[in-house]
């Protein structure tokens, strides 16, 4: 199975502050994403990259950057956190094709003060 | 956007078999039907996943019916560790597949 990390399970950061949420995968996938999940919204797709240097927008990008410099490792960046972005983010890999499976971080539950 | 319907939750007697189901009306020829489970505070999980003929592992089985606008999944001895929600999804072709979460089936399997 692919194994997929998040650099923290949790964090708090204060409003303005630069925030970097790091995802690195094991599995050489080319396809990775970035979600949130808020109560009663379920899970929101926010940037989802198909190869190195690629992304694409996903839902909300809003707010949000990413960054993907390495096939393994997929960043993603608020610029300036807001406390509309305390959420759980999540990370997910998939190898794409016709059966796109996504194997999904524990997540980082992300609190902005 | 590609939407499924299930029920907001169901229980279940551990040890007997969990059946959910999931309507996906607006499926398209070439996508998959995808069953995830998210159990509190964990990333979600891959189940399994089916295009027209059913399909089973150790985990799960999946019925899709004929003409793929619904699918049940179905965890045959439901136990404690298996309370979570449940989520069926199909997905939107496009390389790297993107896929859209709905709510979800919340199961409580009691003891």
């Known amino acids: 199975d692919v194994k997929v990390t998040q650099s923290s399970r949790y964090l708090v950061k204060r409003t303005g502050e630069k925030v970097f949420l790091e995802c690195v995968q094991d599995?050489?996938?080319?396809?990775m994403f970035w979600y949130r999940q808020d109560p009663g919204l379920g899970l929101r797709l926010i940037y989802f990259s198909y190869d190195v240097k690629m992304k694409e927008k996903g839902d909300i990008p809003e707010g949000y950057s990413v960054s993907r410099e390495k096939k393994e490792r997929f960043s993603l960046i608020l610029e300036s956190a807001s406390t509309n972005q305390t959420s759980m983010y999540l990370c997910a890999a998939s190898s794409g094709g016709d059966t796109d499976t996504q194997y999904f971080g524990p997540g980082t539950r992300l609190t902005v003060l | 956007d590609a939407k499924t319907t299930q029920p907001t939750s169901m229980d279940c007697a551990e040890g007997r078999a969990a059946n959910l189901p999931c309507n996906h009306s607006t499926i398209s020829g070439n996508e998959y039907v995808y069953w995830y489970r998210q159990i509190h505070s964990q990333g979600p999980q891959y189940i399994i996943h089916g295009l027209k003929n059913n399909e089973t592992n150790e985990m799960a089985s999946l019925i899709i019916t004929e003409d793929r606008k619904s699918s049940t999944l179905i965890l045959p001895h439901a136990t404690l560790r298996d309370t979570a929600v449940y989520y069926c999804i199909h997905s939107v072709y496009n390389q790297g597949g993107k896929l859209i979460f709905g709510q979800g089936t919340e199961l409580s399997v009691k003891p």
């Open positions: 599995m050489d996938h080319e396809n």
